[in-house]
């Protein structure tokens, strides 16, 4: 695969003081978020240091329109989809936390591009805030104050109508907001319901069987105790189709929405989701056609560029003694912000560049085809130490072509595809299997686990143990 990287002119070969480097790795284990905060501060605190509001590519020192990236380092040498352009690029537009008119600041946590570990209640709270009306607020609150440990609505519709006085259709459009949140289907009634709403969010982004919603809809129960053969009669297709459509059930609906990340009471799960709002890496296909070369695009969250004031370097010749030596400190200190910055943007290339090549079929075709990676590999292929591949990845995030925005630390997550895995044996298999059946079926496709690793996946999937998956699985419909 080959790989672009255009650096900056203004990067230096000189070797990096200690100050260097120790600033260096402060800074490459911001965020783009903190990294502006970093930025502002030292303006205020260093006269010496100047943000000139002309948007200059980091990478080259050109001149950049009013939006967009540089129109020379974001191009491609040559059409070839193996290529993968990586360029800085200096953007705000990102920051899409957007609210009705209805809506204060007293609504929102104190920073909502931050990531934060949440309980789920809150966790949909925060997704659904900016698109609540005024009045549907306290209905809103009722809602998700009254969710089971699956995720679904504890209490009756006509509860909630009558607590507010407002008719059902108020509160049914209230909780389809909430529905359509992630966890998609959290606060259905019960497993049918949260599988048609999930259904319904799949087929507006893509494609889903044929008879899919009718046989949730209407033969439930026989899906659920595998007798494809009589469903695939009344349907009038084969048995594969049919076994095909309950994979795809199986693989890309939850019947429990929020066991996958919240666990349940008596196992609670470590894996909630992080909230992310801001992507610190943008990767996507040129001119957003699949097919054409990934582009990768590392954000420099400041529309302006830092530079020495030059008013403040010519006015130190002028000062004498404890003046002139407080002076050079303030433009030292500036120097090297500035150099760090180009050091930190230099590194992210580099580590992004070598994980897109790596885990690019992850990228654009799923979690499936995530490829077992550590950290160590990485440092060793850049040859930089390991810590400084942590303090890279660390916090970061990655908005892929889907727009999904996930951890960069996924891209390192090796239970991933092992996942994956799991979730097909357990949707093909002949009869419930218990956890060490599981991990014998691992081992059989190459995949060496200990028996309390399948446990935990199995768990972290929101898939019961076997002797619950067949009488229990749907026990609350």
């Known amino acids: 695969m080959q790989l672009r990287s255009t650096h900056s002119q203004y990067q230096t070969q000189s070797p990096m003081t ?22 502002d501060r030292e303006l205020s605190q260093n006269p010496a240091l100047e943000l000139i509001n002309e948007r200059r590519c980091p990478m080259c020192g050109r001149r950049l329109p009013p939006e967009g990236p540089c129109s020379i380092c974001s191009q491609p040498k040559t059409m070839d989809p193996d290529e993968t352009i990586v360029f800085v690029s200096p953007r705000d537009d990102f920051y899409t936390f957007s609210a009705s008119a209805s809506t204060s600041i007293e609504d929102y946590p104190e920073d909502p591009f931050s990531s ?8 949909v709270l925060r997704q659904v805030a900016p698109v609540l009306e005024l009045d549907e607020r306290e209905i809103a609150a009722m809602i998700l104050t009254n969710l089971d440990e699956d995720g679904f609505l504890n209490i009756n519709i006509v509860e909630i109508c009558r607590y507010h006085h407002v008719p059902p259709s108020k509160v049914e459009k ?36 044929e008879f899919a919603k009718q046989v949730i809809s209407e033969d439930f129960k026989l899906l659920s105790r595998h007798h494809y053969s009589e469903l695939a009669k009344k349907y009038r297709t084969t048995l594969y189709e049919m ?7 199986s693989d890309n609906l939850n019947p429990f929405p929020a066991r996958a990340n919240w666990g349940t009471f008596r196992n609670p799960s470590d894996n909630k989701p992080d909230v992310f709002n801001q992507p610190d890496v943008l990767i996507y296909y040129l001119n957003n056609k699949p097919g054409n070369p990934l582009v990768i695009e590392i954000i420099m969250p400041s529309r302006g560029f830092l530079r020495i004031n030059p008013l403040f370097k010519q ?3 002028e ?6 030596e ?5 433009i030292g200190k500036a120097s090297l912000l500035i150099k760090c910055i180009q050091q930190r943007n230099n590194t992210m290339q580099q580590l992004m560049s070598r994980l897109v090549a790596i885990q690019k079929p992850f990228i654009m075709q799923g979690e499936t085809f995530l490829e077992p990676l550590t950290r160590a590999q990485i440092a060793a292929e850049l040859d930089v130490h390991e810590s400084t591949i942590s303090r890279a990845v660390a916090n970061k995030t990655v908005q892929l072509p889907n727009k999904r925005i996930i951890p960069m630390a996924m891209f390192f997550d090796r239970s991933l595809a092992v ?14 299997l218990n956890d060490t059946e599981l991990q014998e079926q691992l081992e059989n496709q190459g995949i060496s686990v200990a028996r309390r690793t399948v446990a935990k996946y199995r768990a972290m999937e929101g898939i019961l143990p076997a002797h619950l998956r067949r009488n229990e699985k749907f026990a609350t419909l």
């Open 319 to 324: 000062q004498t003694g404890e003046n002139q």
């Open 18 to 39: 200690s100050a260097h480097i120790a600033q260096t790795m402060t800074l490459l284990y911001m965020t783009s978020t903190e990294l502006l905060q970093t930025i």
């Open 315 to 317: 006015a130190i010749k």
């Open 243 to 249: 076994q095909s459509l309950a994979s795809f059930i």
């Open 116 to 123: 934060a570990n949440l309980d789920l209640s809150s966790y």
């Open 419 to 432: 996942r994956t895995v799991l979730k097909e044996i357990i949707a093909n298999e002949p009869h419930p």
């Open 326 to 330: 407080e002076w050079k400190k303030d």
């Open 174 to 209: 209230v909780l389809s907001k909430i529905q359509h949140c992630d966890p998609i289907g959290v606060a259905s009634r019960n497993v049918k319901e949260a599988l048609l709403v999930q259904l319904d969010h799949l087929a507006e982004t893509g494609t889903v069987p």
